[in-house]
């Protein structure tokens, strides 16, 4: 029997005892991580997590450094290499790429206006003298013209919608704008003919119906642009603006010759004397108390008489709103040599076409 039970059992695994049993267990569970209560060690395998973002910091993290009393720079001292070289030379560092707002106009367009206003610049800068004299000169062409009759009119009022279509297109940044530029302008001739083909008192009816049949026109050619629908929108409302401006300008040809001399000579004065080197309030006041005193000069030569002031200062009101437009959002040379020099005269056609009705 014994020797029986032995054969049975022989081919069975040896039993371990019980230390063994336990140093199995340990090798088994050798890499696995400890356990342990302890807080710090159950997330010690975690990825660490990053702080949390400060919104006043993320608000002010495009504006300007600003330097603080230790760093700002000392004068130097006299007799030194810096205090012989002259104030007025050309800024360097960070800041050159910017010019400081002149009586000349701005050469050069900044980057962002939203940046000029966080460094407390002003985004508005004046077109200048340069501009003003061109604007006088033309006005001045328009009132000689005006007076020896409506066909001698035609070629600066032709020069006058010329530099509106294509300013305006560049005031609002769209450049090269082409297709823009002449289909604004080709209204802007085609209101012209239509003015000089009807009898006087249907002139502003041949202007509004030009102006909306051009709308139209525009409307058609904007749908038919593969453009995303935000630019085909902005394209759209500055096609719209350009030729409509353009277009409005046929009211020197729709007006008396007596009232566009009033109107032109005021537009004039009023931005020539805006242009003059002083305070923006007394400026102001002068550029439109000139426009008033050339309207009573210009009317009392033409017949106007007394009319001629409220005509001159209507015109001179409309001549620096045409100014503003035009110095707005850091303009470019080219906008103050076009815009600048157009805005004043285009803005003012109305009122010098419905005050010379008035007045006339």
Request: glycine share 10%; charged share 10%.
């Amino acid at each position: 029997m014994r020797d029986s039970a032995a054969e049975r059992t022989a081919y069975l695994p040896p039993v371990q005892a019980q230390p063994q049993q336990q140093a199995w267990d340990t090798e088994r569970t050798a890499y696995l991580p400890p356990v342990t209560e302890a807080a710090a060690e159950r997330t010690a395998y975690l990825p660490p997590q990053p702080p949390a973002p400060d919104p006043a910091a993320e608000r002010t993290a495009y504006l300007p450094p600003v330097p603080s009393a230790a760093a700002a720079p000392q004068a130097p001292a006299p007799g030194s290499a810096q205090a012989s070289a002259p104030a007025s030379g050309p800024a360097s560092g960070p800041d050159a790429e910017y010019s400081p707002p002149t009586l000349g106009g701005n050469t050069l367009r900044a980057v962002d206006p939203a940046q000029a206003r966080a460094e407390g610049r002003s985004p508005i800068i004046d077109p200048g003298p340069q501009s003003a004299i061109l604007t006088a000169a033309l006005g001045l062409l328009l009132a000689g013209a005006a007076a020896l009759g409506s066909y001698a009119l035609l070629l600066p009022l032709i020069a006058l919608q010329a530099l509106t279509a294509a300013g305006w297109f560049r005031l609002n940044g769209m450049w090269p704008a082409r297709q823009g530029i002449a289909l604004a302008f080709a209204g802007a001739v085609v209101a012209d003919g239509a003015v000089l083909a009807v009898d006087e008192p249907y002139g502003p009816g041949a202007i509004i119906g030009t102006l909306g049949a051009w709308v139209l026109l525009t409307l058609v050619l904007q749908l038919r642009s593969h453009a995303d629908p935000d630019e085909r929108m902005y394209g759209l409302m500055a096609s719209v603006a350009s030729a409509a401006l353009a277009i409005v300008c046929a009211g020197f040809l729709a007006a008396d010759g007596e009232a566009v001399s009033v109107g032109a000579a005021a537009v004039a004065v009023a931005v020539f004397a805006r242009a003059l080197p002083l305070p923006t309030a007394p400026s102001v006041g002068v550029s439109l108390a000139a426009a008033a005193g050339a309207g009573i000069a210009v009317g009392g030569l033409t017949g106007i008489g007394a009319g001629g002031a409220l005509l001159g200062l209507a015109a001179g009101v409309c001549a620096l709103v045409g100014l503003r437009v035009a110095a707005y959002d850091y303009p470019s040379k080219f906008v103050h040599m076009t815009a600048g020099v157009a805005l004043p005269l285009a803005v003012a056609a109305p009122a010098v076409y419905l005050l010379g009705r008035v007045v006339g």
